[in-house]
């Protein structure tokens, strides 16, 4: 026999019990972002190779090691997108969205990398990233980390910690990129592999190491807050600022410098220690050059992106998803007649009653077997309709969560009776 085709390791399905949690999250990450003004864009998931290359950067970890990257049938090499930030900007550039006007853009859906999986951190996996084009004050830096910060107290998630950092221009950033070469090459002999390959190419990212042996080195290197202009404090003060006079706590960590290249200036993190080693569930940041990497403009651009397994996993840790009931009613049917009526009756209810989840049995079976489906579905209320029912134009009506006897109704008051129901559910 043929052995089963499993998923591709780190790639998981959403399972019915497990999807209505995700739509919890992203339904209020909806309501918040639409408050605030932005619009959703929808993007491939498959875009041109030389988009990340160009974007991300050649020598970062993602575009060496981990990018789903493939040769389709005209010889292009084409790539499983690894984060949303590059598509977005070619499809604000390639619509013209970006010319002499601003934009608030949010996206959603799966990324892929190929990384070893672990909690938290997955081959494919999803995220909900916002994007802003044309502003270039601290004012959308702090509107952006704002809003999230408003998004976690409708969620009701408490403990998330936010960390800041300026990456400066990136004229200043090159100054201070040449002395952390001259400062980790004095202790090249303190670097692990990963690090000293980082050396010449990205040494920023030593900054950001995991690896506990060269904390002692890491926490020596110079700082780049040394080597801002004016412009760049000011901005960064402004948005510190905005967030004191809001009440928002954060900590200033100079050695947060995120993964990508196209970062400057802003760069933010929201972190938990709720889920192990990978505990930051949003991230982001100011990427005024990319718009130009790309061909456009130069363009002022600030986002984020946050990992929904990562939120999802807080929110049962704190016990924070309210799911609704699956089904309002389920509707027994015994008997031939019963069943064909039934659907009938199932239809005008729905279209009478918009709010109502209603399920209707389907398949057959005897009375016992079908009110074991209904409790199992978790309805609240069974309406049973057989052959004695339908002569007297009447159901039964019988409370499943709680002690009650079964009572006949007549069946041109069953729709009053469940809009009566919904109302103490919506009141409750």
């Known amino acids: 026999m043929a052995k089963n085709i499993q998923a591709i390791r780190g790639m998981h399905d959403l399972l019915p019990d497990q999807s209505p949690r995700w739509q919890f999250l992203e339904a209020r990450v909806r309501d918040v972002l639409a408050r605030y003004g932005y619009e959703e864009v929808r993007m491939p998931i498959v875009e041109f190779t030389d988009l990340f290359k160009r974007s991300i950067g050649e020598v970062t970890d993602i575009v060496e090691k981990e990018m789903y990257t493939f040769e389709d049938r005209n010889g292009d090499s084409l790539t499983l997108r690894p984060e949303g930030t590059a598509g977005c900007v070619r499809a604000a550039l390639e619509h013209g969205l970006l010319h002499n006007q601003t934009q608030r853009l949010w ?36 509107e952006l980390i704002l809003m999230t910060a408003r998004l ?9 910690e936010l960390q800041l950092n300026t990456l400066g221009s990136p004229e200043e950033r090159a100054i201070y990129r040449d002395e952390l070469v001259k400062y980790f090459s004095a202790h090249k002999e303190h670097l692990d592999e990963d690090s000293q390959r980082r050396l010449g190419s990205n040494p920023l990212r030593i900054l950001d190491t ?30 510190c600022s905005v967030l004191d006079e809001a009440g928002v706590a954060y900590v200033i960590n100079p050695r947060l410098v995120r993964g990508l290249d196209y970062y400057s200036r802003t760069v933010f993190e929201w972190v938990t220690d709720l889920l192990g080693a990978q505990g930051t569930v949003c991230a ?9 990497q790309l061909g456009g403009r130069d ?21 924070r998803i309210r799911l609704p009931t699956r089904a309002h009613a389920y509707l027994v049917l015994v008997g031939e007649n019963a069943q064909r009526a039934g659907l009938t009756i199932a239809e005008q209810l729905r279209g009478e009653l918009p709010g109502l989840r209603l399920l209707c049995h389907c398949g057959g079976g005897s009375f016992k077997s079908q009110f074991k489906k209904a409790d199992r579905s978790g309805a609240e209320i069974a309406l049973i309709l057989g052959e004695d029912e339908l002569a007297s134009a009447s159901i039964g ?25 919904l109302q103490k559910k919506t009141e409750d």
């Open 107 to 142: 996206y959603q859906g799966p990324m892929f990398r190929h990384e070893r999986p672990q909690k938290g951190r997955y081959r494919q996996f999803h995220q909900i990233g916002v994007e802003t084009f044309g502003m270039p004050g601290p004012d959308i830096d702090a």
């Open 210 to 239: 995991k690896n506990p042996g060269m904390a002692e080195v890491v926490a020596g290197a110079p700082t780049l807050d040394a080597y801002l202009g004016d412009e760049s404090r000011k901005h960064f003060q402004t948005i």
């Open 299 to 319: 363009t002022p651009a600030v986002g984020f992106a946050m990992g929904i397994e990562r939120l999802v996993a807080v929110l049962e840790e704190l016990d």
């Open 152 to 160: 976690w107290q409708e969620l009701g998630i408490e403990g998330l």
């Open 397 to 421: 009506i019988k409370y499943l969560r709680k002690e009650s006897e079964q009572v006949n109704l007549p069946i041109n008051e069953l729709a009053s009776f469940l809009a009566e129901f």
């Open 284 to 292: 982001g940041g100011r990427f005024d050059g990319l718009v130009t």
